[in-house]
């Protein structure tokens, strides 16, 4: 039998970890209790990709708010390749669904998402903010995110930016693309 887990209360509000040298130097002048969301990725180079497609997609605003958001970012290179259809742009009600495949309600960090994984016999899903579900399992050490309607995986590498609203964890790879164009 497959168990289902919504975002737990208790992972919503876990506090989170300090994650060493990822973090941009900008953010680290402010702590995460200081600056939301928005304010932290914009302070970092690593997301400049996600940053601009979040503008483009109309979602700026929602990280800005009070609430609890964890974003799983691939990096640049990858985003890159993914808001472009050819050598036109993804329109941007496409790059906003595609987005919110990649966002979670709820501000998660690594150990809470590993904790929650072991207390739930090596999986645990949850909820995007789009209408997709994401399964979290383990290989090894490696936190793997698996997008269950695209079937795309990613290994978390780790929490780059923190903040008093949300956590934004950095991918290998995507776990949601626009859909292909009929040929």
């Given at each position: 039998?497959?168990?289902?887990?919504?975002?737990?209360?208790?992972?919503?509000?876990?506090?989170?970890?300090?994650?060493?040298?990822?973090?941009?130097?900008?953010?680290?002048?402010?702590?995460?209790?200081?600056?939301?969301?928005?304010?932290?990725?914009?302070?970092?180079?690593?997301?400049?990709?996600?940053?601009?497609?979040?503008?483009?997609a109309g979602?700026?605003?929602?990280?800005?708010?009070?609430?609890?958001?964890?974003?799983?970012?691939?990096?640049?290179?990858?985003?890159?390749?993914?808001?472009?259809?050819?050598?036109?742009?993804?329109?941007?009600a496409?790059?906003?669904?595609m987005?919110?495949?990649?966002m979670?309600p709820?501000?998660?960090?690594?150990?809470?998402?590993?904790?929650?994984?072991?207390?739930?016999?090596?999986?645990?899903?949850?909820?995007?903010m789009?209408?997709?579900?994401?399964?979290?399992?383990?290989?090894?050490?490696?936190?793997?995110?698996?997008?269950?309607?695209s079937?795309?995986k990613?290994?978390?590498?780790?929490?780059?930016?923190?903040?008093?609203?949300?956590?934004?964890?950095l991918?290998?790879?995507?776990?949601?693309?626009?859909?292909?164009?009929?040929?």
């Amino acid at each position: 039998m497959k168990k289902t887990y919504l975002l737990p209360a208790l992972l919503a509000f876990v506090p989170l970890a300090a994650c060493g040298s990822e973090e941009s130097s900008d953010a680290a002048v402010k702590s995460p209790a200081e600056i939301t969301l928005a304010e932290a990725m914009e302070s970092s180079s690593d997301v400049s990709g996600l940053v601009a497609a979040i503008r483009e997609a109309g979602l700026g605003d929602i990280f800005s708010a009070p609430g609890g958001y964890t974003i799983i970012a691939p990096p640049n290179a990858v985003f890159a390749q993914l808001t472009q259809d050819g050598n036109e742009a993804v329109p941007p009600a496409v790059l906003a669904a595609m987005l919110r495949e990649h966002m979670l309600p709820g501000q998660l960090d690594l150990a809470s998402i590993r904790k929650a994984i072991a207390e739930n016999d090596g999986k645990v899903s949850v909820n995007t903010m789009g209408s997709g579900m994401i399964d979290f399992t383990l290989d090894g050490e490696d936190v793997i995110a698996a997008h269950q309607d695209s079937g795309l995986k990613a290994k978390l590498t780790g929490s780059i930016v923190e903040a008093n609203n949300g956590a934004l964890l950095l991918a290998d790879a995507a776990l949601a693309a626009p859909p292909k164009k009929a040929e």
